[in-house]
């Protein structure tokens, strides 16, 4: 996704937006931001006195000017909502296409035919062979196979799915890894998800999110507020006009007033509100995670609990292979060199984390397979072992080398006549006990020794740990393995706690517990086993390639299958929620410096000795050049700072994993603080840039 | 200038508060949460009480029951009050044989206690019986200001439960406040008082030839048992017209210091009540140092002012209208804390204030009350500007907002708005109605700035169930005596409401724990956030009135000019 990143301002999208600003002067989608459409409304009202008194014969360019302003406040709020829409767009289009999608090779009477996992629907028949990834949800309906679910269960071995009785369900994203079998689809794909996402994105049919519309709420109540505030102002005005010179109904017109009224409310948030709703769900797409609602989104950032899976997210998901451990009497070159031999054709990350061993530990290079004549033995359902014959023709050394489960090795070299150490009996159940798997190794029906294949931890995983705690966000691990391992791993990830043994009900129960103790949690899932706890879960995260049954209980989906990629979930949830928080302290704030912009201008004749100069023009601390210029300009600042601010709304305010109270402090003091100060800063500028120009 | 001896008794006054507030806080809390510790006797009368009214102070209320307990009590409040007034003339204990109470007055009367606020369109002793003063007034001072606690109380209990439904009895609390918190103190204090020189008797007034040989009527009457209520329930209605201003009422300086002592310890102790049964005494002392900080500023801004020269008269420190016996500082002292704490009652009349010192008390009450503010009231108006300032806060930290582990979300903000919306809706409307209509300016006895603060004090000190006047305006008239009583029912019930359906809200909600990345709000950063707030929303809302008003007029007056 990262390459189709596109600029901040990209032409097309910025050319479309613009269009867009207009269209959506449509008063239905104006009044979807009640404090834009008070804007709009009071500009028409002072486009309409401006043109009643125009046909009376009387032109003010100074009304003209701020109508126009109004209006620009107007289609700057519009023009942001439209540029956020249209990165949305651009992102999701790109999104579909640049989506790898799994393939599926369909059945169409008696040809196959190659066809993406999306285009697969109900009662479509699919053919899978060994290393096909199953595309979708569906039931064998010939052959048999054994399949590598470690996707959806957690477990690495393999199980078998063959035609008819209980074990002929199989998942999508699990992937054949012998023999081949015939699938018939039972689930459509999970392309809604896209089109749930696109909707996020698309203004006309986005919800709004609950904390949005808590803001708005505030918002609309500030605006009712300050509308009370003016026309209230208007009749406190009047009743000092004996004291002026000048009536009321010049220096406190109507088009002042709605001047005012407008500086006054939210405009800067509340114009920006949508641009940053939109561009929340752009930024989480540009992850490769899509939402299906915006609340979601949200709740990422309250998450207080994580839970997760050991396997595939702190763990690599597959074991690896980390010791040898020789029977009596063999050399530990001889059983590294019997085991890399079995595994040079064994594709898996098994096998090859053996060959890996084996030249690390003892310098055994891989050798050149056709070399060495041998003829490989592929691990099949049935054998439960793969190895590798050697019968070299010009009569040299003959070997059978098998390794496999210690059941199936002891079956295997017993039945030969071979026989089967108790000290490797017991080895293998040392290693089983402390939460590994072991492999047995056996050479011309003799059991040479033990593997162990170890978990191992994801490289970099502690430090996001680290991060998550700081953020004050704690982390369970939930595992199958025994205490002791779990414990190992648990330290060695750096996860808070741990659920060792844990059954798939577990999960669910644990996350009951958690929000009965009042925390929100969230959950990275995969298999269909997840699905209650996912389901259950405040956030719920399905894989990619998890189950069908997981990507529906869940209300995120990450396309990349990457477990970590929570933490830039509530980054995102949490960035929403402070730009919002940020620009609306910002936006109240500004309202000082206006005051002491308009309130003087406005009250300026009363008490007057000469023009313009009473008594409460001692407010006008920023010595603002005429009552006309001082209204001018802080209409025209605040339609600016809109647009100024939109970069700010589609980024997103900066996000850094501190504690809540480093947060707010900084916070504070750039939009709260800063709020006070650049209105009074800015308005000076624009009263002197309007004075040189000779405007007012 | 400052004087010595004022700041050593301003400093005395603040660290009283200070040392006596979390004991009261503890006693309340005592009464509320630890019933196993209350005296025998007392729990006898309590339920004694319960059997008489047959009323079940067990039962568990919602808060829409809790809320319908509330508004049917001061509904019968009311019509029993006006009932009396209207009929006083054939009632016992009248022997001045005052006449039957004007309808509109009996209502405006009747509305003012009962919400709290106790303003006065009439003067208490050419007015109104023994008879209403005691069973009348008397009796709603005690209830107005339980009321008050029993609201707080709900929207406690809303906030700690976890995922309850009851908000409390409103019964049991309300017999609870009078019988163990309002009485004992109101009993004890009022013997103090009365060894100080209040009045307390039934017999009628004294008439007296002075030195110069000229007819005197002294009033007098049962004033030390009403007076001792009224100041510590944030009601203020005096027994006198001039109130605490009247020798009889408030006779030596020590009863004067008390009196302003008292009238803020009750909602001042509340936070530390509330501090304990939220379990965080240090949110406590957050909210009581925020509330300490806005009071002193407000009294720094008014004595500095007071203390200032006046461009019109060439003079500081001014005495026209003042307390004369204790001095321009106590009188400023006074005025600040009776509008800070939603009192009402003064020692000396806000109109001859200097401008700026009308501006900060003015201030104080538009603010919403919110200063210490009223009994209950103060706090749980506090808690709606809390409310706010936790959701914007909590945006800012990424994060749906929270308080005390209670999620915010678009309900609470809604009526918390609504809280915020009602009170300034009667100050800015009402006045403006005021401002508009003949009937309005005709009771008006200054005309410019002086005038126009008049009436924005006035619908100020209404909304926020002040109930201290600035006088120079004539309020007996039906205009003000029915607008001043809704802009009261608004000011109280706009509220209370509010507040009850919040607490109904957050009881249903679970309770998240605190965690690194949840916001704190009992450190310095939320205290500066939340003045900012309060401050913020207060002047945007008002700023464009007080320039009008006290600040033009204070502008004017810098240039020599009077009115």
């Not at chain 2, 002193?296 to 004369?324: D, I, P, R, W």
């Amino acid at each position: 996704m990262e390459k189709n990143k596109k600029g901040l301002f990209d032409k097309a999208i910025i050319k479309q937006a613009i269009i867009d600003s207009f269209t959506k002067m449509n008063p239905k989608l104006l009044m979807k931001n009640p404090v834009i459409f008070m804007v709009a409304i009071g500009a028409l009202l002072s486009s309409f006195l401006f043109v009643e008194s125009l046909v009376r014969g009387y032109y003010s360019g100074f009304n003209l000017q701020i109508i126009l302003w109004l209006w620009f406040t107007v289609l700057f709020a519009n023009f942001a909502e439209a540029v956020a829409e249209g990165r949305g767009k651009a992102q999701s289009d790109s999104l579909k296409n640049a989506r790898t999608t799994t393939t599926g090779r369909k059945l169409q009477g008696n040809k196959e035919v190659i066809v993406s996992a999306i285009d697969l629907r109900v009662g479509d028949v699919v053919v899978c062979e060994t290393g096909d990834v199953i595309p979708a949800d569906g039931e064998v309906i010939e052959g048999i196979a054994s399949v590598d679910e470690s996707a959806i269960t957690g477990e690495s071995a393999p199980v078998i799915r063959e035609s008819g009785g209980d074990r002929s369900a199989v998942t999508g994203g699990t992937k054949v890894i012998s023999d081949k079998i015939v699938i018939k689809i039972t689930t459509n794909p999970g392309d809604t998800f896209l089109d749930r996402m696109i909707s996020l994105v698309e203004s006309a049919t986005r919800k709004k999110t609950p904390n949005e519309i808590a803001l708005s709420i505030l918002l609309s109540g500030l605006s009712i507020i300050f509308l009370l505030v003016v026309i209230t102002l208007r009749i406190f005005i009047d009743f000092y006009q004996p004291y002026s010179k000048i009536p009321s109904s010049e220096f406190a017109s109507i088009t002042i007033l709605v001047a005012l009224l407008v500086c006054l409310i939210p405009t800067t948030i509340g114009g920006l509100l949508s641009a940053i709703g939109i561009s929340g769900m752009d930024r989480l797409m540009s992850h490769n995670v899509i939402a299906t609602s915006g609340r979601a989104v949200e709740a990422a950032g309250d998450i207080d609990v994580l839970l997760l899976d050991k396997t595939g997210t702190i763990t690599l998901g597959n074991r690896m292979a980390s010791e040898f451990y020789p029977a009596d009497g063999v050399s530990q070159e001889r059983i590294g060199d019997a085991a890399q031999l079995s595994s040079l054709s064994d594709e898996t990350p098994e096998g090859r984390s053996i060959v890996i061993l084996a030249k690390e530990k003892y310098g055994l290079r891989g050798r050149d397979i056709s070399e060495l004549e041998a003829h490989f033995i592929p691990f099949t359902a049935q054998t439960k072992m793969s190895g590798v014959d050697i019968h070299p023709e010009n009569g040299g050394e003959k070997r059978i080398i098998r390794k496999g489960s210690a059941a199936a090795i002891k079956d295997y070299v017993i039945s030969a006549g071979g026989k089967f150490d108790d000290k490797i009996q017991q080895r293998v159940n040392d290693i089983s006990k402390s939460g590994s798997t072991p492999l047995v190794v056996a050479e011309n029906y003799e059991a040479l020794g033990v593997i162990e294949l170890k978990d191992v931890v994801k490289g970099g995983i502690k430090e996001r740990f680290a991060q998550l705690r700081r953020m004050g966000i704690r982390t369970v691990m939930i595992t199958g393995d025994n205490p002791l391992t779990a414990t190992a791993i648990a330290a060695e990830a750096g996860v808070d706690e741990f659920i060792a043994e844990a059954k798939p009900e577990d999960k669910l129960k644990k996350i009951r517990d958690e929000q009965a103790k009042g925390y929100m949690i969230g959950m990275i899932g995969d298999g269909t086993n997840d699905a209650p706890a996912l389901a259950q879960a405040d956030v719920g995260i399905a894989m990619n390639s998890g189950t069908q049954a997981a990507r529906e209980a869940g209300n995120m989906v990450d396309l990349d299958s990457n477990p970590t990629k929570l933490i830039e979930v509530v980054e995102v949830g949490k960035q929403l929620l402070m730009t919002r928080g940020a620009l609306t302290t910002f936006s109240i704030a500004n309202d000082v410096a206006k005051y002491f912009a308009i309130i003087p201008a406005i009250t300026a004749g009363l008490f007057a000795q000469s023009m313009n100069k009473g008594p409460l023009s001692a407010l006008n601390l920023m010595h603002l050049a005429s009552p006309q210029s001082a209204v001018l300009s802080a209409v025209i600042f605040n339609a600016i700072i809109i647009i100024m601010l939109v970069p700010l709304a589609l980024k997103g305010v900066k996000y850094r994993p501190t504690g809540a109270s480093v947060i707010l402090r900084r916070n504070l003091l750039i939009y709260g603080f800063g709020g006070l100060l650049v209105p009074f800063i800015g308005i000076k500028i624009i009263d002197v840039i309007l004075t040189a120009l000779g405007l007012v | 200038m400052f004087k010595f001896n004022d700041i050593l008794q301003i400093l005395a006054f603040f660290a009283l508060l200070t040392l006596l507030s979390p004991l009261i806080g503890w006693y309340i809390n005592l009464v509320f949460n630890r019933e196993s510790r209350l005296p025998a006797f007392l729990t006898k009368i309590e339920n004694y009480l319960i059997g008489f009214f047959k009323i079940d102070a067990t039962a568990e209320m919602d808060w829409k029951t809790y809320c319908f307990s509330v508004l049917i009590f001061n509904f019968i409040g009311i019509v029993f009050l006006v009932l009396i007034q209207a009929f006083q003339q054939y009632l016992p204990l009248n022997p001045q044989k005052l006449p039957n109470v004007e309808i509109f007055l009996a209502i405006n009367t009747a509305i003012s206690f009962v919400t709290n606020t106790n303003w006065q369109s009439y003067a208490g002793e050419t007015t109104l019986s023994y008879f209403v003063q005691m069973i009348g007034l008397t009796v709603q001072n005690f209830v107005s200001a339980a009321t008050g606690i029993a609201v707080l109380f709900a929207l406690t209990r809303g906030i700690v439960t976890r995922q309850g439904k009851s908000l409390g009895n409103f019964w049991n609390d309300l017999v609870k406040s009078v019988l163990y918190v309002l009485l004992p103190i109101a009993i004890l204090f009022s013997v103090v008082i009365i060894g100080q020189g209040v009045v307390q008797t039934f017999t009628s007034y004294a008439d007296v030839t002075t030195l110069e040989g000229a007819k005197q009527t002294i009033p007098l009457g049962p004033a030390a048992s009403q007076i001792a209520i009224k100041q510590i329930g944030t009601n203020g209605g005096g027994f006198f017209n001039a109130n605490s201003a009247f020798p009889f009422e408030n006779p030596t300086p020590l009863t004067n210091f008390l009196y302003v002592l008292f009238l803020i310890l009750i909602p001042s102790g509340l936070i530390f009540t509330y501090g304990k049964m939220v379990k965080s005494s240090k949110h406590a002392w957050m909210i009581y140092c925020v509330m300490l900080f806005l009071l002193a500023f407000g009294f720094f801004v008014s004595y500095a002012s007071e203390c200032s020269t006046n461009n019109v008269f060439h003079a500081s420190g001014l005495m026209e209208g003042k307390e004369t016996r204790f001095g321009v500082m106590n009188s400023v002292l006074y005025s600040t804390t009776t509008t800070a704490a939603s009192n009402g009652s003064v020692n000396a009349m806000h109109s001859s204030l200097s401008p700026m010192a009308g501006f900060v008390a003015m201030t104080n009450m538009m603010l919403g009350e919110i200063i210490f503010g009223g009994v209950g009231s103060g706090l749980y108006g506090m808690i709606i500007f809390i409310i706010l300032t936790v959701f914007i806060a909590g945006l800012m930290i990424g994060r749906t907002p929270e308080y005390l582990g209670k999620k915010i979300e678009s309900f609470e903000v809604k009526w918390s708005i609504l809280a915020v919306l009602a009170p300034s809706f009667v100050i800015l409307v009402f006045s403006s109605i005021a401002l508009i209509t003949k009937s309005g300016t005709s009771s008006m006895l200054n005309s410019g700035p002086h005038g126009f603060s008049e009436v924005l004090y006035t619908f100020a000190s209404a909304a926020g169930n002040n109930g201290s006047a600035f006088a120079g305006l004539n309020a007996n008239t039906a205009f003000y005596n029915i607008m001043i009583g809704l802009g009261m029912l608004i000011g109280r019930y706009g509220v209370i409401v509010p507040i009850l359906a919040i607490a109904g809200s957050l009881v249903k909600k679970k309770i998240t724990p605190l965690s690194a990345g949840s916001l704190t709000t009992d450190n310095f950063i939320f205290s500066v956030l939340l003045f900012g707030i309060i401050i913020i929303v207060g002047a945007l809302t008002f700023f464009p009135a007080l320039s009008l008003g006290p600040l033009i007029e204070q502008l004017l007056m810098n240039s020599g000019v009077s009115f």
